[in-house]
């Protein structure tokens, strides 16, 4: 079998626009997603039935879906509503977005939870309010516990951006499917694109073991 | 000080505070004692409202529990708590713990609550500890440490949920000592203890709960020598 590397050199500065794109994408959904997934997280946990179940039904509606569906209903359904000429990368952004909100929200809570009700107790023994409880005592302890999940969910998110391509946001794996259209070819693109995301995802695991050990030294 | 009049407090169908009348004085201290599961601790945390209640009264400071216009963490300001287990915050050193309500809700300069904090260390025997951790204290420290952070917030009464319990043995006195010290310099307490010899020492009256009532109470001579119910009586008995 022959292994055309001049296809490789050729889409290489596409490839590499695309992985910035795949970055970039991700690094959004993971902003957005946890500020998002801050206030749904806290709200999934209110002690009011009410306000807690359209939280629920958000993080539900999120994990229960598959996202190639939900990037499907933003891009053709949501944003087609809202922009005349919907942009695929804002569709990409809002989707991925959307999506890691729901399983950052699951993060904080699980976060929160697994604090000890003695710190909030105390500090609302002091004389401190909810949500000066909850900003000085239990999200500082919280977030510590929440590295190694919320890396888990980067991780998933770089993975998960590829299914980007299908509404056409240039990013790695729509290059990958670019090239193999132009040269019906499978290996050179696809094991390309494949090894990128590998050294991306391995890289960020690495990072994120680092920064693990760093703070539970503390 | 504190009025607590016909306190009754239940989970789902279990009753667990069967209409308690308590009246505390200021500056006087009250230790509760009674079996677990009388009681004891949920009637302590229902003074600061950590429990909500069913029915009743409470009157702290001259604020009405119930009312729903008094502000809560106003009431708890001038109400400290020392838990069982500490609770201590374990992202900050020492320092920090004592300081943090200070600052945050009495609002005052770090330099002033950094001064009350080092003023309340050297009175629970811990000067030398400021700026470490929480998990690098034994049991006891950490209890006096709590103890320290409770009153920098300068409160007029003070709770106790069994501050001993959790403690090795050898440790439990250096705990006492300090909340002796506080009942001598004319603070309110209300103790949740299983120490007899605290409670005939340093309280001015012994309350005896069992199964959501409180049985007896009095002074802790009246007590303990000479109890008058058998419920009183038979628990002595097992514990003394």
């Given at each position: 079998?022959?292994?055309?590397?001049?296809?490789?050199?050729?889409?290489?500065?596409?490839?590499?626009?695309?992985?910035?794109?795949?970055?970039?994408?991700?690094?959004?959904?993971?902003?957005?997603?946890?500020?998002?997934?801050?206030?749904?997280?806290?709200?999934?946990?209110?002690?009011?039935?009410?306000?807690?179940?359209?939280?629920?039904?958000?993080?539900?509606?999120?994990r229960g879906t598959?996202?190639?569906?939900?990037?499907?209903?933003?891009?053709?359904?949501?944003?087609?509503?809202?922009?005349?000429?919907?942009?695929?990368?804002?569709?990409?952004?809002?989707?991925?977005?959307?999506?890691?909100?729901?399983?950052?929200?699951?993060?904080?809570?699980?976060?929160?939870?697994?604090?000890?009700?003695?710190?909030?107790?105390?500090?609302?023994?002091?004389?401190?309010?909810h949500v000066q409880?909850?900003?000085?005592?239990?999200?500082?302890?919280?977030?510590?516990?929440?590295?190694?999940?919320?890396?888990?969910?980067?991780?998933?998110?770089?993975?998960?951006?590829?299914?980007?391509?299908?509404?056409?946001?240039?990013?790695?794996?729509?290059?990958?499917?670019?090239?193999?259209?132009?040269?019906?070819?499978?290996?050179?693109?696809?094991?390309?694109?494949?090894?990128?995301?590998?050294?991306?995802?391995?890289?960020?695991?690495?990072?994120?073991?680092?920064?693990?050990?760093?703070?539970?030294?503390? | 000080?504190?009025?607590?009049?016909?306190?009754?407090?239940?989970?789902?169908?279990?009753?667990?505070?069967?209409?308690?009348?308590?009246?505390?004085?200021?500056?006087?201290?009250?230790?509760?004692?009674?079996?677990?599961?009388?009681?004891?601790?949920?009637?302590?945390?229902?003074?600061?409202?950590?429990?909500?209640?069913?029915?009743?009264?409470?009157?702290?400071?001259?604020?009405?529990?119930?009312?729903?216009?008094?502000?809560?963490?106003?009431?708890?300001?001038?109400?400290?708590?020392?838990?069982?287990?500490?609770?201590?915050?374990?992202?900050?050193?020492?320092?920090?713990?004592?300081?943090?309500?200070?600052?945050?809700?009495?609002?005052?300069?770090?330099?002033?609550?950094?001064?009350?904090?080092?003023?309340?260390?050297?009175?629970?025997?811990?000067?030398?500890?400021?700026?470490?951790?929480?998990?690098?204290?034994?049991?006891?420290?950490?209890?006096?440490v709590a103890i320290?952070?409770?009153?920098?917030?300068?409160?007029?009464?003070?709770?106790?949920?069994?501050?001993?319990?959790?403690?090795?043995?050898?440790?439990?006195?250096?705990?006492?000592?300090?909340?002796?010290?506080?009942?001598?310099?004319?603070?309110?307490?209300?103790?949740?203890?299983?120490?007899?010899?605290?409670?005939?020492?340093?309280?001015?009256?012994?309350?005896?709960?069992?199964?959501?009532?409180?049985?007896?109470?009095?002074?802790?001579?009246?007590?303990?020598?000479?109890?008058?119910?058998?419920?009183?009586?038979?628990?002595?008995?097992?514990?003394?």
């Amino acid at each position: 079998m022959d292994f055309r590397f001049d296809i490789i050199a050729e889409y290489a500065p596409f490839f590499l626009k695309g992985v910035l794109l795949t970055i970039g994408l991700s690094i959004i959904a993971i902003i957005v997603g946890s500020i998002l997934g801050l206030v749904i997280g806290l709200g999934k946990i209110s002690s009011k039935q009410l306000v807690r179940l359209p939280f629920e039904w958000y993080i539900n509606f999120f994990r229960g879906t598959p996202l190639f569906v939900q990037i499907l209903l933003v891009h053709f359904g949501l944003m087609p509503m809202l922009f005349p000429q919907p942009n695929p990368i804002i569709s990409a952004s809002v989707s991925l977005s959307l999506n890691a909100a729901a399983y950052i929200a699951e993060i904080f809570r699980a976060g929160i939870q697994s604090i000890d009700r003695g710190q909030m107790e105390a500090a609302r023994s002091l004389g401190m309010t909810h949500v000066q409880a909850m900003s000085y005592i239990i999200l500082p302890q919280a977030l510590k516990r929440m590295i190694p999940p919320f890396g888990n969910e980067f991780i998933v998110l770089i993975k998960d951006s590829s299914l980007a391509a299908i509404i056409a946001a240039p990013e790695l794996m729509y290059w990958g499917r670019a090239a193999q259209g132009q040269y019906y070819r499978v290996w050179e693109p696809y094991l390309t694109v494949a090894l990128i995301y590998l050294v991306l995802t391995l890289s960020l695991s690495k990072l994120l073991h680092y920064l693990e050990r760093r703070y539970s030294a503390k | 000080m504190i009025k607590v009049t016909n306190l009754k407090k239940s989970y789902g169908d279990l009753e667990v505070l069967k209409g308690l009348d308590v009246h505390i004085k200021e500056r006087e201290v009250v230790v509760v004692i009674g079996p677990s599961g009388s009681g004891k601790s949920t009637f302590l945390r229902c003074l600061n409202l950590l429990e909500d209640f069913n029915e009743g009264e409470v009157i702290i400071d001259g604020f009405n529990l119930k009312d729903k216009n008094i502000d809560i963490n106003k009431v708890r300001e001038e109400v400290g708590m020392v838990f069982q287990r500490f609770n201590l915050f374990p992202h900050m050193t020492v320092l920090d713990n004592i300081t943090l309500a200070p600052v945050k809700v009495r609002k005052w300069s770090m330099e002033k609550a950094k001064q009350k904090a080092l003023e309340l260390l050297v009175k629970v025997g811990l000067q030398d500890k400021a700026h470490v951790y929480p998990d690098s204290l034994s049991g006891g420290q950490a209890q006096r440490v709590a103890i320290a952070r409770a009153l920098a917030m300068e409160p007029k009464v003070m709770l106790f949920d069994e501050p001993t319990s959790a403690l090795d043995p050898e440790m439990v006195g250096e705990v006492l000592a300090v909340m002796k010290q506080l009942a001598q310099e004319g603070m309110t307490m209300v103790v949740v203890t299983h120490e007899m010899g605290f409670a005939r020492e340093v309280g001015d009256r012994v309350i005896f709960m069992d199964g959501g009532y409180i049985i007896e109470e009095g002074k802790p001579s009246e007590i303990f020598d000479n109890p008058k119910h058998e419920r009183t009586k038979s628990f002595l008995s097992k514990v003394l």
